[in-house]
């Protein structure tokens, strides 16, 4: 199984970026996929997730600036974020739950600066 994280890099404040997560290795059509993010110092939280059944959800501090999209064909999984804050900075992970197991992609990192 793998998850390979696109996107990630160096924004200005109000900026917008888009990170992109690629599965192999699990039925990604039955799996709910969820971006979660580590900020310096802080603990992994998560950020938005969609269910197999396309089902969307987000996390209050990014409700309204992002936008989690799932391509079954392509076994990809984006995150759109817009109107980016410098508390936004963090490491952002890719994450699966299918059968039973839980799958972490390798985080990139969004530094927003202000």
């Known amino acids: 199984v793998q998850l390979q994280v696109f996107g990630g890099g160096f924004v200005q404040a109000g900026g917008s970026l888009r990170l992109s997560c690629v599965a192999s290795?699990?039925?990604?059509?039955?799996?709910?996929m969820a971006w979660y993010r580590q900020a310096p110092g802080k603990q992994r939280e998560w950020v938005a997730s969609?269910?197999?059944?396309?089902?969307?959800n987000y996390a209050d501090s990014v409700k309204g600036r992002s936008t989690i999209s799932r391509d079954n064909a392509k076994n990809a999984v984006s995150l759109q974020m817009s109107s980016l804050k410098p508390e936004d900075t963090a490491v952002y992970y890719c994450?699966?739950?299918?059968?039973?197991?839980?799958?972490w992609g390798q985080g990139t990192l969004v530094t927003v600066s202000s």
């Open positions: 994450k699966a739950i299918t059968g039973g197991y839980t799958y």
């Open positions: 969609s269910t197999r059944g396309g089902f969307t």
């Open positions: 290795g699990i039925i990604f059509s039955n799996s709910l």
